[in-house]
């Protein structure tokens, strides 16, 4: 029996709240989340002539509609995709009902799952169980859940076993964006005063220390009294800045440097998180296409992976009979008018019918809309004859 425990390492961590602190990071994951969550589930079945969808298929209700009794199909991807995004790991255990068929997933917090045990019999193959701690009656209880049971998205890995953590990998770099939030409130939260200290000509008593102390409180404190009065120094006291001014510190800099590197280890473009006041129309389309094809993308590939190789039967999966499908394609269709002139072509063309134009669209479908149709001046080239011949 062997144990293969996930866990991680890093000169100064934050926690999973502080990092949902820095407004980029909150943005970025909930930016992916939200994305993917609001794609098109449903399954699919091969026939000859291509895929097509099976509304009656019993995952088919559970993964569009119902996951789980206490949220929608929306909340319940939006959850994995948070947890994989700031845990590197997202779990959903699969229950099956009498005929092995899901009819409900139910999501584990990626701190509760402990490891992978091994099981080795003589003469069978090996198994692999994910250890699970749950909480009942206030006792917290192991429980074993087979890995064919167990919904399991993976960040970058270096063992296969489990993603890395994010949060865990980049702590350092996180954690200047949390200090440089901390220094931001800590200034403001002082009436946006900078630190000083008041140098006198000869030594003082500890009574006229405590009256000029409280003089420099009575006439600066409270934000009503910032920046309205003057403070008179006499007998030959000078005043000396302590602390930097933000524009000294940089904090501005600082703040933008985060939302870069929050954009580098999200694969989220920087001006979908408010930052960059330089591009233009076209460098952020091309942005967008990237993050729907190298973010998005590789997270719904895997997605739809792991629910195909669990979610139906072996004859199902061994066949490849059935199949989910994220429909990401509606994230590439760009602006209205160039979706209509493709849309245009491929219904002239006869790519697609003007009934799967205007589904696409979200209009109803017409009578008559499910014929193909193509050009008068087009034809087929007769056997034997190439292209110039029958032009000739």
Known sequence: ??????????????????????????????????????????????????????????????????????????????????HLDLYGNAYAEIIRDGNT????????????????KKVTEPGREPQYFYIVNEEEFGQVKRRAIP???????????????????????HSETLSAGVAATEYENSFFSNNAHIAYAIEMPMQVSPAAKQNIESAWRRFWGGIK???????????????????????EAMLTDAKKGTVVDVSRITDVPPHMLGAGENFTFS???????????????????????????????????????????????????????????????EVKWGVITKNEAREMMGYNKLEDGDVFLTPLNMTTVAEGETPANTAE
């Not at 909930?30 to 994305?35: E, F, L, S, V």
């Not at 068929?101 to 990626?110: E, L, N």
């Not at 309205?228 to 001014?245: E, M, Q, R, W």
């Open 283 to 345: 460098s952020v389309e091309v942005m967008v296409n990237d993050f729907v094809m190298y973010s998005i993308r590789n997270t719904v590939k895997q997605f739809e992976s792991e629910f195909n190789l669990k979610c139906f039967t072996p004859s199902e999966v061994r066949n490849e009979t059935y199949f989910t499908r994220l429909n990401i394609d509606s994230l590439l269709r760009g602006d209205t008018a160039s979706r209509s002139k493709k849309m245009e072509a």
């Open 225 to 247: 009294n910032a920046f309205t009065k003057p403070f008179i120094l006499d007998a030959g006291a000078k005043l000396h800045k302590i602390s930097n001014s933000p524009q």
């Open 101 to 116: 068929r899901p009819r409900q997933f139910v999501i584990h917090h990626p701190k509760t799952v402990e490891d992978i």
């Open 1 to 82: 029996m062997d144990y293969v425990t996930q866990g991680g390492s890093g000169k100064k961590r934050i926690n999973d709240k502080q990092a949902l602190s820095i407004p980029a990071m909150y943005s970025a994951i909930g930016r992916r989340a939200k994305t993917i969550a609001s794609l098109s589930w449903e399954v699919y079945r091969n026939t000859d002539l291509g895929a097509v969808r099976a509304p009656n298929h019993p995952l088919h209700y559970v993964i569009s509609k119902s996951p789980h009794p206490l949220f929608n199909s929306f909340t319940f991807r939006q959850s994995l995709i948070t």
């Open 147 to 169: 890995v064919g049971d167990m919904i399991h998205l993976k960040g970058l890995s270096i063992d296969m076993y489990f993603g890395i953590s994010p949060v865990s990998a």
